[in-house]
Each structure stands twice: as structure tokens, then as C-alpha cells.
């Protein structure tokens, strides 16, 4: 049930950032360099696989969170350090799909560091995300899963999907020439 929440919540947070990033657009002169247009479809596709790989890893992530409750039940919630040896193909598969969430971040922030620097902020907003939410998984695998840290690697992971579709909007919008008639902040200033 976590697990259908979660991801719920997740496609919220997605349309909600959809709805401010789309009213701050209105407002925005769109400036583009023909290598920017250019390199927009590859890295469009590879910010939805990571989009996508992200909230995969959430999803994974609170079903092994439903295995913390399984175990620590079983366990009569004592012996806290040995709740992780005992979670299984859960959290080995969350801890491997990390290794793919990284390599695609990674990859990710380095194609849009060029592309200006609002792009360039997402992509140190990544970075920051992506570095606090593998030391929190550390701690969680290796601190005998502090109770405090578990809604911190949630967050984390929330922010990074966000940071991440936030991107996906973003370079989306390269290349897109502003409707007639709508006025830019550059226009504002222009009396006629």
C-alpha cells in the first residue's frame, strides 16, 4: 500500500512542477544556440530513462522499506543491526539499481552543465541530491537503519525525481520559439 502511495505522490509532485514550471514559462524569453537544439532529443530521452529508472528506485525503495516493517515485527523490533542481512532480493535490487540512478545522473549533469545556467543550477541541484542520498543510504545500510534518516533518504530521493523532471521541462523548452503575441520580460520595456 506504501508502495501505491508513493508512487502517487510522486506523479503530484511531477504535476504540480509541470503546472509552475508551464506559468513561469509564459514570462520567459526562450533563448536557444543551434547546438543546444541539437543535442535536446538525446538528452530528453536520456532524462526520462532517468526519470524513470528514479521513480523506479523510490518504488523499490519503499518496498524495502515494507520489509524493515516484515522483519523488525518478526524480530520483535530488538536486534536492529541484523534487520538488513535479513531483507533479501529487495534490497539487493535497490542497491544495484543505485549504481544505474548514479551513472545516469551523472551523465545527466554533465550534458546539461553547457546548456546555460539555469541548467547548469539543476545539474549542481543533482549533484548535491545525488551525493546526500547515497551517504544516507550508506548510513542506512550500515548504521543499522536509523530511524531518523529513513524520511531524510526519501526526501532526498523525491528532490532528485524533482530536480529531474524539472530538467526534462527545461531542455524541452530549448528550441521552442515564444508564441506571438505573448509577451517576453524583454518586451515589457517597450513602449511603441
Known amino acids: 500500500m506504501v508502495t501505491i502511495h508513493m508512487g502517487l505522490a510522486l506523479l503530484i509532485v511531477a504535476m504540480l512542477l509541470y503546472a509552475v514550471d508551464r ?20 538528452l530528453k530521452a536520456v532524462l526520462w530513462i532517468g526519470i524513470i529508472v528514479t521513480f523506479g528506485q523510490i518504488v523499490l525503495g519503499t518496498q524495502v522499506r515494507e520489509q524493515v516493517d516484515i522483519v523488525s515485527a518478526a524480530a520483535n523490533y530488538a536486534n536492529r543491526a541484523s534487520w538488513v542481512a535479513q531483507l533479501g532480493s529487495s534490497f539487493t535490487t535497490h542497491r544495484a539499481f543505485s ?10 549533469v554533465y550534458e546539461l552543465w553547457s546548456l546555460g545556467p539555469y541548467l547548469r543550477r539543476l545539474a549542481q541541484g543533482m549533484v548535491a541530491m545525488l551525493v546526500l542520498e547515497v551517504l544516507a543510504g550508506l548510513v542506512l545500510a550500515y548504521g543499522a537503519l536509523p530511524p531518523a534518516v529513513q ?22 523548452r530549448l528550441g521552442v520559439k515564444p508564441e506571438i ?8 520595456g517597450v513602449v511603441a
Do not use: K, M
Open 23 to 42: 506559468a513561469q514559462a509564459q514570462d520567459e524569453p526562450v533563448v536557444a544556440i543551434r547546438h543546444q537544439i541539437a543535442a535536446t532529443n538525446g
Open 99 to 108: 549504481i544505474a540512478v548514479t551513472v545516469l545522473v551523472l551523465y545527466t
Open 151 to 172: 524520511p531524510v533518504h526519501l526526501t532526498l530521493a523525491t528532490i532528485l525525481f524533482g530536480l529531474q523532471f524539472l530538467g526534462l521541462l527545461a531542455v524541452g
Open 181 to 188: 503575441g505573448v509577451p517576453t520580460r524583454s518586451a515589457h
